[in-house]
Antibody, heavy 116, light 108 residues
Framework: EVHLLESGGSLVQPGGSLRLSCAAS????????LSWVRQAPGKGLEWLSY????????YYADSVTGRFTISRDNSNNTLFLQMNSLRGDDTGVYYC?????????WGQGALVTVSS | EIELTQSPGTLSLSPGERATLSCRAS???????VAWYQQKPGQAPRLLIY???TRATGISDRFSGGGSGTDFTLTISRLEPEDFALYHC?????????FGQGTKVEIK
């Protein structure tokens, strides 16, 4: 059974940094691209970033380009999202998902709150 | 980027009724690359449909997707109690992939 579990969400001040992790199990990790998708309070979903199975290709939404970095550790079946220069509109639940364009499996999400 | 507008915002129906949800795009979606997700409160989204009309693994045949170009629909043939939830459409024909704002299907 595919399982994705995010961690690392917390309250952070504007301008601060945070690193999210997503531990995966139940599938051959390096065979699949992975993505981060977030949901701001009361808003729709927003795709943020994607990384290929081997980690050689990454893509970002304009809203996070230059501030967020996606990476993966295939030896430990873990996906990461390094978030810098955080702003209030980065507040939301951050989901890791298996897939690059269609998201077949999702984690339960990690809450990130950016506030002073 | 392609904007997706879902309508109605809220759909109030009774169990056993048919639900038809709409997703309209601001421009033609390449290859009809549209997906639909279901989300219940406090839970992650679940993939229902991709490529506009292909059901994901394990999804009931009560769910069907259709449409082309800029207009797409998700139909739930007979609402079961577990179907009352929030539904999102997504396009992946043109980067960046975008989602609609969601349609809530609530019990009347």
């Amino acid at each position: 059974e595919v399982h994705l579990l995010e961690s690392g969400g917390s309250l952070v001040q504007p301008g601060g940094s945070l690193r999210l992790s997503c531990a995966a199990s139940g599938f051959t990790f390096n065979n699949y691209p992975l993505s981060w998708v977030r949901q701001a309070p009361g808003k729709g979903l927003e795709w943020l970033s994607y990384i290929s199975g081997r980690g050689s290709s990454t893509y970002y939404a304009d809203s996070v380009t230059g501030r967020f970095t996606i990476s993966r550790d295939n030896s430990n079946n873990t996906l990461f999202l390094q978030m810098n220069s955080l702003r209030g509109d980065d507040t939301g639940v951050y989901y890791c998902a298996r897939g690059d364009v269609v998201f077949h499996y999702w984690g339960q999400g990690a809450l990130v709150t950016v506030s002073s | 980027e392609i904007e997706l507008t879902q309508s109605p915002g809220t759909l109030s129906l009774s169990p056993g009724e048919r639900a038809t949800l709409s997703c309209r795009a601001s421009q033609t979606i390449s290859r009809n690359y549209v997906a639909w997700y279901q989300q219940k409160p406090g839970q992650a989204p679940r993939l229902l449909i991709y490529d506009a009309s292909t059901r994901a693994t394990g999804i009931s045949d009560r769910f069907s997707g259709g449409g082309s170009g800029t207009d797409f629909t998700l139909t739930i043939s007979r609402l079961e109690p577990e179907d009352f939830a929030l539904y999102h459409c997504q396009q992946y024909g043109t980067s960046p992939w975008t989602f609609g704002q969601g349609t809530k299907v609530e019990i009347k």
